[in-house]
């Protein structure tokens, strides 16, 4: 939602997407503090994880982290007979962060070939990206009878959720046209949908 609105934004205002701008400002945004993140938790895991397996999975996990692959690295390396449990890696949450900038490695470029040079190029890009995110939630429910693993860490099973993100902010004009009530209520049945999630899923 964040980061389509500001493309959109900067489209909007001057008729084009910087690429270069768009990838330095991600870069320097996530990269620092990913690093600080990474390089502690390797050291404390040396100190503080068995040597065999899980100290080696922490380290390529690390390694993948810093390149937004770690979604490939814990699927290759978890699962089989011999290897260690997913949730015994320490850094098991970076796999959400490289789906997401794989997605954004793909998602600016798509949306400029989607604005450009026509005149309902707005509706061209809602009708798409709704079409993708169909698309990717049917591949997710599908892959998830066929390997959960994959289906839960690959970027084609998980970029319907982003892309459901995408569609609000494409289409922020129209709820900022509904009732002031009806998008609070709206608001407050999403509240209340996260707290009954964070009580009731389970692992």
């Known amino acids: 939602f964040v980061i389509t609105a500001m493309l959109h934004r900067e489209w909007n205002s001057s008729g084009r997407i910087r690429l270069g701008t768009f990838y330095l400002r991600r870069f320097k945004r996530l990269s620092p503090a990913l690093a600080v993140m990474v390089t502690l938790t390797v050291l404390a895991a040396l100190v503080l994880l068995p040597p065999f397996g899980s ?96 289906a839960f860490f690959g970027l084609h099973t998980r970029a319907w959720e ?9 289409c922020w004009k129209y709820v900022e046209q509904l009732p002031t009530n009806f998008r609070a209520v709206i608001g407050w049945l999403g509240l209340f949908a996260i707290v009954v999630s964070g009580l009731t899923i389970t692992e």
């Open 55 to 150: 100290q080696q999975n922490a380290a390529a996990t690390g390694l993948g982290a810093m390149a937004m692959v770690s979604n490939f690295v814990i699927f290759a390396t978890t699962g089989g007979y011999f290897d260690v449990a997913a949730e015994l890696n320490p850094l098991l949450h970076t796999w959400s962060l490289s789906v997401e900038e794989q997605f954004y490695i793909v998602w600016p470029a798509l949306l400029i070939l989607l604005l450009w040079k026509s005149r309902d190029r707005h509706t061209r890009a809602i009708v798409a990206i709704a079409t993708l995110s169909i698309v990717s939630l049917s591949l997710c429910i599908w892959q998830t009878t066929q390997s959960q693993p994959w």
């Open 162 to 170: 982003l892309g459901i993100g995408a569609l609000v902010a494409l």
